[in-house]
C-alpha cells in the first residue's frame, strides 16, 4: 500500500511540474535567462531537444526569438568554448534554461549534452559535428536582434541609393531605347 502511495505520489508530481511548464509556454523568458552577446545579440536556451521535428519536445517561437543563421552563431561565440562560456554551461544554473517557456514538452535543459556540443542547428565548430547539429536530442538555443541593434537607413542614405537606383535605371532604359 505504500509503495502505491508513494507511486501516486511521484505521478501527481510529474503531473504537476509539467503542468507548471505549460502555463509558461509562450510567455516572455526573464532578463536573467537572456545572455547578450558582445554584438548586441540576445540568446535564450530553449530547450533539450531539437527545435522542429523530429525532436523530443519541439520549440515554441514568441517574443521575437527565432533560430539562428550560421553568421549569428559563429558572430556571437565563435566556437563552443565561446557557447559554454557564454552560459556558464560547466556550472549551470537551471534558472538561466528558458525551455518552460519555448519548449512544448520539456521544463529542464540539459548542459551536460551542450558540453558535447550537441547544439541543434549550430554550425560545425559550434555543434561537435554535422550528426551532432541534427540529432533530435541536441540542445536548442535561440537569438534575437535586440530593439537598439535594429537601425533603418538614416533618411540621407535612403535618398541616395533611391536616388542611384533611378539614375541606373534611366541609363539602362536609354541604352536599351526603352522609352
Not at 533530435?136 to 533618411?155: C, G, I
Request: aromatic share 12%; hydrophobic share 45%; charged share 10%.
Amino acid at each position: 500500500m505504500k509503495l502505491i502511495k508513494i507511486m501516486f505520489f511521484s505521478a501527481l508530481m510529474s503531473f504537476a511540474v509539467s503542468g507548471h511548464a505549460a502555463s509558461l509556454l509562450g510567455q516572455a523568458p526573464s532578463a536573467n535567462q537572456i545572455y547578450t552577446a558582445d554584438n548586441g545579440l540576445e540568446w535564450v536556451y530553449a530547450g533539450p531537444c531539437a527545435g522542429l521535428e523530429p525532436s523530443c519536445g519541439v520549440v515554441s517561437l514568441h517574443s521575437g526569438f527565432d533560430f539562428a543563421t550560421e553568421f549569428q552563431w559563429i558572430d556571437s561565440f565563435g566556437d563552443l568554448n565561446g557557447l559554454i562560456d557564454a552560459f556558464n554551461l560547466n556550472s549551470f544554473d537551471q534558472t538561466m534554461c528558458a525551455a518552460p517557456q519555448f519548449n512544448t514538452v520539456h521544463n529542464h535543459c540539459d548542459p551536460g549534452d551542450a558540453l558535447q556540443g550537441y547544439i541543434w542547428g549550430a554550425p560545425v565548430g559550434i555543434a561537435a559535428s554535422l550528426q551532432h547539429a541534427l540529432n533530435s536530442a541536441a540542445e536548442t538555443f535561440l537569438v534575437r536582434v535586440s530593439d537598439d541593434k535594429l537601425s533603418p537607413v538614416p533618411l540621407p542614405a535612403a535618398l541616395w541609393l533611391f536616388g542611384s537606383a533611378m539614375l541606373g535605371f534611366v541609363g539602362f532604359s536609354r541604352k536599351k531605347g526603352i522609352s
